[in-house]
Nanobody, 118 residues
Framework: VQLQASGGGLVQPGGSLRLSCVASTSSPTMNIMEWYRQAPGKQRDVVATITWGGSKYLSDFAKGRFTISRDNAKNAVYLQMNSLKPEDTAVYYC?????????????WGQGTQVTVSS
């Protein structure tokens, strides 16, 4: 199973982007799906998480600006980012996990670059 992330790009401050991450297969069903980001020289931080049932978690810096959603049928997760700031510049990674034969397996997307600059 591979996760394919897309939707990054260059946007001006105050602009919006929508990131998408889709699994290459619909099975196994992903449990949590989430977005991380990593700026140059910094650690990778969680941005937002959504469970299969739809429960959501947003990091403080994302609250009020970012929205996470998912399509369980497609094993896909989305991140709508509004009111973007230069400090949101980072590589954004999707992550998911699934239970297979009683063990949890992690999957990572390849990352998509988001640059917020005028």
């Amino acid at each position: 199973v591979q996760l394919q992330a897309s939707g990054g790009g260059l946007v001006q401050p105050g602009g919006s982007l929508r990131l998408s991450c889709v699994a290459s297969t619909s099975s196994p069903t992903m449990n949590i799906m989430e977005w991380y980001r990593q700026a140059p020289g910094k650690q990778r931080d969680v941005v937002a998480t959504i469970t299969w049932g739809g429960s959501k978690y947003l990091s403080d810096f994302a609250k009020g600006r970012f929205t996470i959603s998912r399509d369980n049928a497609k094993n896909a997760v989305y991140l709508q980012m509004n009111s973007l700031k230069p400090e949101d510049t980072a590589v954004y990674y999707c992550h998911a996990n699934a239970e297979i034969a009683g063990a949890w397996k992690d999957y990572w997307g390849q990352g998509t670059q988001v640059t917020v600059s005028s």
